[in-house]
């Protein structure tokens, strides 16, 4: 398990790899919390916000969840590479979405749609009981 300060240590090697041009307009940076956020979709489940960019009042920037990442390395059993992988696509995800957000686009805000509309069709399925056989 990463401590948080060795993942925020092991974020910030990451996005030093990262472009500087993708954090341009990003006025409130890149954040660690230390929270853990449960997804409210699916109540009870082990399904986890890892990350998000926001863009309100206060500005631009990405909030990634150190404790939503501690839940599932614990469910899954991390190594310190899982780590960096999820560190990295989660990051790559949220700079997607504040690129798109500067261009007018929407093209990643449309595709985690239809994959939050699939889940919640598979986990209402499930809840009733009405999962077909695998």
Excluded at 1 to 11: E, G, K, N, Y
Excluded at 117 to 132: I, P
């Amino acid at each position: 398990m990463l401590s948080f300060d060795q993942t925020a240590d092991l974020l910030d090697e990451i996005a030093a790899v990262f472009p500087p041009v993708l954090f341009d307009g990003l006025n409130g940076g890149v954040n660690l919390q230390e929270d853990a956020l449960p997804d409210p979709e699916f109540p009870g489940e082990d399904i986890y916000i890892l990350g998000e960019y926001c863009d309100d009042l206060l500005g631009h920037y990405i909030n990634l969840y150190y404790g939503s990442f501690a839940a599932l390395a614990v469910l899954e059993a991390w190594t310190p590479e899982d780590w960096r992988r999820e560190l990295r696509q989660t990051l790559s995800h949220e700079l997607t979405h504040h690129m798109e957000a500067r261009a007018g686009l929407h093209a990643l805000d449309d595709k985690d749609a239809a994959e939050l509309a699939a889940w919640r069709e598979e986990f209402s399925q499930e809840a009733s009981g009405d999962e077909e056989p695998r």
